[in-house]
């Protein structure tokens, strides 16, 4: 077992899917040679050869575009969109076109195309290289989305992923790329659609995913000192979402605090508050509460730690939940 | 106003397009590609009307991706030796003074890029994108510009915002993470720098078709001869939707923009070649406008070649796509590490077209400048480092509660309670959320 970066993790699942099936093909601006801005793809060029890990030209609608039609041809792409911000000018042919190509052809036409995007912020990056768009497809029917939090995870989940017949928006916290964890290749991993209870406790569940569940296992342990025990769950799919997971640890703790990078108005709290409120209104002693970014623009990196929950943040929306 | 002004020589050659908006219609430039019409005040050759014909031999496929600098196609003016040559249909005739000027925009914009980056090293600025090695196709191009035309910058046009007035702190602040901007681009005529690849070009190309409704375009009551717009933009930008749609509609609506695309032959680590089978500026034919290469390393031909795009587009003679052929002598960003993807070799070759240099032996050779030139211009460049060093460092982080000011026109509720929210959360602190 070694001890692995999430960026490493990823590049050794990406090898393991490559190496599983001949039609996994890597594609994306500066994958090759350079291995990914984030170097998530290194390596893989060089073993692979160019024909299955390729750059392509600079066009990110292009990159969804032809990664569509190599689907109908029989391949099983792997996209990377290079930063969050820069999925838009894809954004026609991934809710248009991919998410929709399943449906259209009554599951004659299998969409496995796997989007990989770093997102979300922490690293004094300047505009559109910090953003969380994942609510965006979350709330397109036809695509799947999820988000890796540790190592272990990232390595496990990129291949099943890349697996499902699904199309998948992959979320990475680019954050979290360069932090360590052991990561045994040969265990047998959770099922990709599920939820998982990252850290036990009473008095309040923090719903977290991508680079807020170590903000959150921060928070818990923080509250620990002040005598408060926290539940943290990573949510790790956010379409579908394990609302089973999510709904049977909130019946234990009676409260729940949804933390995300992105904005509010609209986001994935939102959903979650709802279908809480739908199914435990009952048994809950405190209304849905969230920590996320503000409804504006992602702000100048100087300003960012105030933008993003923190630690603090979190206690204080945890100290609001207990006040009920 | 420029100081620059009416020193362009080229010969007339008529175009073949009017302007087309609400003050002239005329036949889309495609129906008659040979009817005359009253030529520009300075205007050139782009390509032979037999070129522009549809039954012109493609391109045969198997040629392969062509990045030739030699031979006619590339406009210079200047060797890199830095011996003043002519060109058939692009000259300029600069005084003396305009010539130093041209030589201290280069060495002052050069300095501010390397300061730029040691502080970036430092860790005061979050990452910096170097325009080393462009600086003759921005500077070129940028004092081509009139006052009251209008720039669409990429994020590293430094050399660009030098020529339109902006402060290099100002730009400092962006990439230190202090602001998403700072200057007023109606003022400057110099829009906000643009990151996502390509969006800027059909931003132009519509400010451009404002240009003719406004009636903007030709001759003007005060004497002046119309306005226009230019786009900047990089060889992996070709590549991009946005890109070929500004192409489309600035061709269509024969808007007064010039295209002006920076080849510096890498893409982040994707060579030129990796977006283009043929060379970027012969694009423009197929979408019916004129493209010209220029050595985008001799400050005098990117100039001239600009200034007559700009003319061009002015008097109603539509846009063009000026391909500056020069190189990315630094790494993409300070993130960037180029030596896994590019030789050495490459960049030492590129190092003896360094657009400095040549200008300086031009300089020289013409006996235009003498050692008090040199030692004045290194004083002013210091005293430029100076201020920009002690200004980054001096900058203040900007008030956290600005981030929820100016999202709208007109405020929401929500976001004057997230701002109010937030306020009271920060006063909670002991030293009021300041970290």
Redesign the interface.
Known sequence: MAALTMAKALNEGLRASMEHDPKVVLMGEDIGKLGGVFRVTDGLQKDFGEDRVFDTPLAESGIVGTAIGLAIRGYRPVCEIQFDGFIYPAYDQIVSQLAKIHARSRGQVKMPVTIRVPFGGGIGAVEHHSESPEAYFAHTAGLKVVACSNPVDAHFMIQQAIASDDPVLFFEPKRRYWEKADVDTTMTPDPLWQARVVREGTDATLIAYGPMVKTCLDAATAAQEDGRSLEVVDLRTLSPLDFPTVFASVRRTRRAIVVHEAPSFVGMGAEISARLSEELYYEMEAPVLRVTGFDTPYPPSRLEEEFLPDLDRVLHTVDRSLAY | MCPYELHVRTRLVPLDRTPRGSAARAPPPAADPVTPVPAPRVTRRPVSLTELSPTAPPEPASAGPTSSTSGAELVQLLTPEGERVHHPDYDVDLTDEQYRELYRDLVLVRRIDVEATALQRQGEL??WAALLGQEAAQVGSGRALREKDFAFPT?REHGVAWCKGVDPLTLLG???????GGWDPQEKRFNLYT???GSQTLHATGYAMGIIKDGAVGPQADGSDGEAAIAYFGD??S????VNEAFVWASVYNAPVVFFCQNNQW????PTA??TRIPLYQRALGFGFPGVRVDGNDVLASYAVTRHALDTARTGGGPTLVEAFTYRMGAHTT??DPT??RLASELEAWKLKDPLERMKSFLYKQQLVDSDFFGQLQTDSDALAARIRKGCLEMP??D?L???DD?YAEMTP??QE?RAA?GS??EGFADG?H?
């Open positions: 979050g990452i994020y962006l990439f230190r993470g202090a602001s998403n990151i996502v690849i992996g930008a590549s991009q939707g946005d893409g982040i680590s994707t990796a977006q993130s960037d896994r993807y982080d900007p956290p600005l981030m929820f999202v929500l976001l997230q937030f959360y920060l959320g970290r």
